[in-house]
């Protein structure tokens, strides 16, 4: 939603409600994310943070442990990590990264030590999908509360899946699958209020290990690890009538990847690309014109992380 200031006149307002733009939103955009890069090239606690002005990269507050194949979701002011793998085992184990500072402290543990999982959520809540919990595919969901750090029952997956991913906007969540013993097309569309699950618009091509990002209009799911390999393949997800269409392509196919950005733009860690591994390429997605461009590298070539913005008007703000 824009930000307006000023005077408005009474005929400017009933025109701006038709438009669904009234009451005006006076709150920033979110200025940057923190990526965590999972394998690097293994288990790492590395943060990175990544500044959208100027795609500027430096250090962020480290995990508290050695993981990958964690799963992010946060507000404005805090996002919450959870780890994943940890000492080789899937974990409970989740941080609190408070933006103001770069101060990581302990968050409300998952319910089951879980790995592979994906997560959305909007001011007051993340949806955390476990993904493997602790080893078998699950269809176990927590809602986090962000007051309090209060971690409950959410609303379960249609079929238990891992290596998923997530975007969303302040009213639903799209869950895209992943893994259900096979790549799948399947996305279930998650609204907060009430903790409903229904059935989301498929992806264009089955995958897994994907990445998502997006803002209070559309998600931009990048497909990953399709029956075609590592593939470029990027779905965007209008939420007004769930439509899918094609997105802006990445420039390597790659997969495990993650994932961050405010209103504007997207930035995108690949991952994995065949036949090099993890790498430092990251792609500065611009929402309004489905663009690609070059994002600023990570510090460390990596894969399987995951990353959450202090902001994106329209989700968390």
Known sequence: MPNYSGVWSLSQQFQAVGQG??????????TFAIFALGNAPSASTTRDKYTYSGCVVSAGGAATATSYCGSAAGTSTVGIFALGVVAASSSTTRNKYTYVGCVVSAGGAATVASSGGSAAGNSTVGIFALGKAPSSRATTRNKYTYSGCVVGAGGAATVAASCGSAAGNCTVGIFALGCTGARSTTRNKYTYSGCVVSAGTAATVASFCGSATGNGTRGIFALGNTGAGYVTTRNKYTYSGDVVSAGGAATAGSSEGSAAGNSVVGIFALGFVACV???????????????????GAATVASCRGSAASNGTVGVNI
């Open 21 to 30: 733009l009234w009451p005006p939103n006076f709150d920033p955009d979110g």
């Open 277 to 295: 591994g993890g790498v430092t390429t990251r792609n500065k997605y611009t929402y309004s014109s489905d663009a690609v461009s070059a994002g």
